[in-house]
């Protein structure tokens, strides 16, 4: 049953990681300063540390990331199931 299931379980991963990885409003409000996230360390590179070519190098790679996990879900269930969702 774990075969037939690994679709689903890519897919709720996938759902879960990418809005973890680009979301800082909800860390600051919960966590404040003790909790650091990919996303509230994008922030801060670019609006307190101002060093800009390491937050857009941090953009860059977060953004490879999750294109690799997309795309490493597509070639699991494959492009033809992927078109009746």
């Known amino acids: 049953t774990f075969p037939l299931s690994m679709p689903g379980v890519i897919a709720g991963s996938i759902l879960v990681f990418i809005p973890s990885a680009?979301?800082?409003?909800?860390?600051?409000?919960?966590?404040?300063?003790?909790?650091?996230?990919?996303?509230?360390?994008?922030?801060?590179?670019?609006?307190?540390?101002?060093?800009?070519?390491?937050?857009?190098a941090l953009a860059i790679m977060l953004a490879v990331l999750l294109v690799g996990a997309i795309m490493f879900y597509v070639r699991r269930v494959g492009a033809e199931k992927l078109e009746g969702v």
């Open 22 to 56: 680009g979301e800082f409003v909800i860390p600051n409000l919960l966590g404040g300063a003790r909790t650091v996230m990919v996303g509230n360390l994008i922030q801060q590179q670019f609006l307190s540390a101002r060093d800009w070519a390491f937050g857009s």
